[in-house]
């Protein structure tokens, strides 16, 4: 049992044994503590594909589907109430797959990457402005899961085998929110490392920046709710075998909160390396139309 795994039950053991409690909060002139608080600290990234998510994304040249499930709960929080700091232990589970047939009312998988930790995060509040640093320790494995096995010749279809993809890896990530009152701006950058990784020809250190800005007034409301007009950007390194650079670009709106409970509307454009990981030799190009929910 590799270090991630210890610190990953441990948390699952320290959880369960606390799991028939009650919300509880613990305060005293500055330091506050907070079991399963509300919403989340640190929100999912929003054209990061390797984030908890729950929604379904139509792959126009393909006509295929990917699909998101998964989530992030924050357990713990811890509040500095004099310096404005907010601090979280979370917990990550989550996957997303790719779906080639969807008749018959059955979603046919054909490969699924799954994803499972925990990770902590700190908020600085500096005025209206927002300053996060987030830690995240992650198991990423691949899997085929439909389609590519015929039995009757007990062999794999087209020769291609299945790749024993795994890694284990912490991802440290910094973001500047800058809130106006006709925009939010969010910068972020991140390195990671990883301590396992399959095939071992793939690179350890990995990276990755982008930005968020959303318009909250330009739309105007639905129900009481804001529709946040929006763009985002990501670009991260991928290391298959040697570094390359790939691109996830997205625009829509969310109806709710920019930092809240909403439901996204976008469009995406992904180019590099397949976000797939059993295809993770290959390139591709993909043009897609979805949506997903922020359930924080």
Do not use: C
Not at 204 to 228: D, H, M, R, S
Not at 232 to 245: E, I, K, Q, R, V
Request: proline share 3%; no cysteine; charged share 15%.
């Amino acid at each position: 049992m590799d270090i991630l795994q210890k610190v990953f039950l441990a948390l699952l053991i320290f959880v369960g044994a606390n799991y028939a409690q009650k919300t509880k909060t613990v305060n005293n002139s500055n330091f506050q503590f907070i079991m399963f608080p509300s919403g989340i600290n640190f929100m999912p990234i929003k054209a990061d594909y390797e984030e908890p998510r729950v929604g379904v994304q139509y792959l126009i040249k393909t006509n295929n589907l990917k699909v998101d499930i998964g989530t992030s709960v924050d357990l713990f929080g811890f509040k500095l109430n004099r310096e404005k700091i907010y601090a979280t232990l979370s917990i990550d589970f989550f996957a997303y797959a790719l779906a080639t047939s969807f008749q018959g009312h059955r979603l046919q998988i054909d490969a699924l990457d799954g994803f499972f930790g925990g990770n902590g995060a700190v908020t600085k509040e500096l005025g209206k402005d927002k300053l996060q640093v987030r830690l995240r320790i992650v198991h990423n494995s691949a899997h085929f899961v439909d389609g590519h096995f015929n039995r009757l010749i007990h062999d794999w279809i087209d020769g291609i085998q299945p790749i024993p993809y795994t890694r284990d890896s912490g991802v440290l990530t910094a973001a500047y929110i800058f809130n106006k009152n006709k925009y939010s701006l969010k910068l972020y950058s991140a390195i990671s490392y990883a301590t396992l990784v399959r095939p071992s020809a793939m690179k350890k250190w990995l990276g990755y920046t982008g930005f968020e800005i959303n318009f909250p007034k330009v739309l105007g409301e639905v129900q009481g709710a804001p529709v946040n007009l929006f763009v985002a950007s990501h670009l991260f390194l991928d290391a298959n075998p040697g570094y390359t650079l790939n691109s996830n670009s997205m625009a829509g709106v969310k109806i709710g909160k920019w930092h809240g409970k909403g439901i996204v509307f976008y469009l995406d454009y992904f180019h590099g390396h397949h976000y797939l990981s059993q295809y993770f030799l290959q390139k591709t190009e993909q043009i897609g139309a979805g949506f997903f929910v922020d359930f924080f």
